[in-house]
Structure formats: structure tokens, C-alpha cells
């Protein structure tokens, strides 16, 4: 069982920034799919950025030109970078490993945009 740490979530003021992180035990991180997602009351998980093990990424376009997602494949870390953010990227935030039929998921880290 691979497990994930997620960290880095904080109240922030709109148009700030913030650095989450994911560590993950075990030895197939630098060979996994990492993911970010996100979720509000009463709505389905959804996708914010992904990276492939050879640094690949995908983003929501909704985040595109604000997230970063960045892997450290020496620390079985990834990194998501948030910046000029907004009220309506309060969500919980999800780390995601992803290899073949595995998917694993984080507990969570509540992020919140507000004055």
C-alpha cells in the first residue's frame, strides 16, 4: 500500500500564493503518473494538473498559467505551485498515484481563498 502525504494547505488572500506537497512511501513513485485534484461541498473530484513519470503535464484549464506541477523524483515528491489565486480555487486538495490498475489517493489538504 502506498501511502500519500499531502501538505502545504493554508488560508491565503486572493491573488496570493501557495506550495503544496505530496510525498509518497514506497519505491514506484518516479515510475507513477502524479496528480493533483480537487473538491468542494457537494461536487465530483476534478482534475488539476497531472505529470507522467517521464515530466510530462496536463493541466485544468481553469488553472492553466497559475499551477505549476513539478516532481522531485529524489524526495518521491510532487509539487503543485499555485499562484494569482482565486475564491473559487477553495477546495480540498488531493494528491493522486497512478500506475496500471493502481490508483492511490491522499487525504486531502484544505485550501481556502478569501479576504
Known amino acids: 500500500q502506498v501511502q500519500l502525504m499531502e501538505s502545504g494547505g493554508d488560508l491565503v488572500q486572493p491573488g496570493g500564493s501557495l506550495r503544496l506537497s505530496c510525498a509518497a512511501s514506497?519505491?514506484?513513485?518516479?515510475?507513477?503518473?502524479m496528480g493533483w485534484y480537487r473538491q468542494t461541498p457537494g461536487n465530483q473530484r476534478e482534475l488539476v494538473a497531472t505529470i507522467t513519470s517521464g515530466g510530462s503535464t496536463n493541466y485544468a484549464d481553469s488553472v492553466k498559467g497559475r499551477f505549476t506541477i513539478s516532481r522531485d523524483n529524489a524526495k518521491n515528491t510532487v509539487y503543485l505551485q499555485m499562484s494569482s489565486l482565486k475564491p473559487e480555487d477553495t477546495a480540498v486538495y488531493y494528491c493522486?498515484?497512478?500506475?496500471?490498475?493502481?490508483?492511490?489517493w491522499g487525504q486531502g489538504t484544505q485550501v481556502t481563498v478569501s479576504s
Open positions: 493522486n498515484l497512478r500506475i496500471g490498475r493502481r490508483d492511490d
Open positions: 514506497g519505491n514506484i513513485f518516479k515510475i507513477s503518473t
